[in-house]
């Protein structure tokens, strides 16, 4: 904020003895310009075109992939509500596994559980592991009944 004479004044010989001309000059002209330099090299970014290559789609047309969908609260220590797997070929979805409440099982019997399942999808597909993982909250299960979709029912006494 100060120009250089007064800053001199302040942190020279009769100040806090801090200024140093070698340092003291780049880092201000940096202090004082930074924002406006900072924005000119986002634009000159943002204004590069990437040419991507050409990607013939059709190959990839007859490729089979596996999505693990994990019913789950955010957070990594949160328990599985449920899972299910979509089974996609290209870009069109030709089959679920129906979800199934994980509640009451331990770790070990989910993966358990998930393996059995990458056995049956290699077996009948060719997929030998998931291609990706979708998280979704369990309100979004679909299995009902289900303790986030509770009926409550009230008997006549």
Same mark, same amino acid.
């Given at each position: ?8 004044? &302040? ?21 004082? /310009? ?13 204004? %590069?075109?990437?040419? &991507?290559?050409? *990607?013939?789609?059709?190959?990839? %047309? ?7 969908? *994990? =019913? ?7 328990? *599985? ?10 870009? %069109? ?7 199934? /409440? ?8 989910? /993966?358990? =559980? ?5 056995? &049956?999808?290699?077996?009948? =597909?060719?997929?030998k592991k998931f291609?990706? &993982? ?24």
């Amino acid at each position: 904020m100060l120009d250089a004479a007064q800053a001199q004044v &302040l942190h020279g010989a009769e100040g806090d003895n801090c200024w140093n001309p070698k340092v003291c000059y780049s880092r201000r002209s940096y202090a004082r /310009h930074h924002d406006r330099k900072n924005q000119q090299r986002n634009r000159q970014r943002q204004e %590069t075109v990437v040419e &991507l290559p050409l *990607v013939e789609i059709e190959a990839f %047309t007859d490729l089979h992939y596996a999505v693990l969908v *994990v =019913y789950r609260q955010a957070g990594a220590e949160s328990i *599985v509500h449920a899972i299910s797997a979509q089974v996609w070929q290209g870009q %069109t979805q030709i089959g679920i596994v129906q979800p199934i /409440h994980c509640v009451g099982m331990v770790p070990g019997q989910i /993966h358990q =559980y998930m393996r059995k399942l990458l056995e &049956l999808l290699e077996g009948k =597909y060719g997929i030998k592991k998931f291609a990706a &993982l979708e998280r979704l909250d369990p309100q979004l299960c679909p299995i009902r009944p289900c303790i986030y979709h509770l009926q409550v029912s009230h008997a006549a006494g």
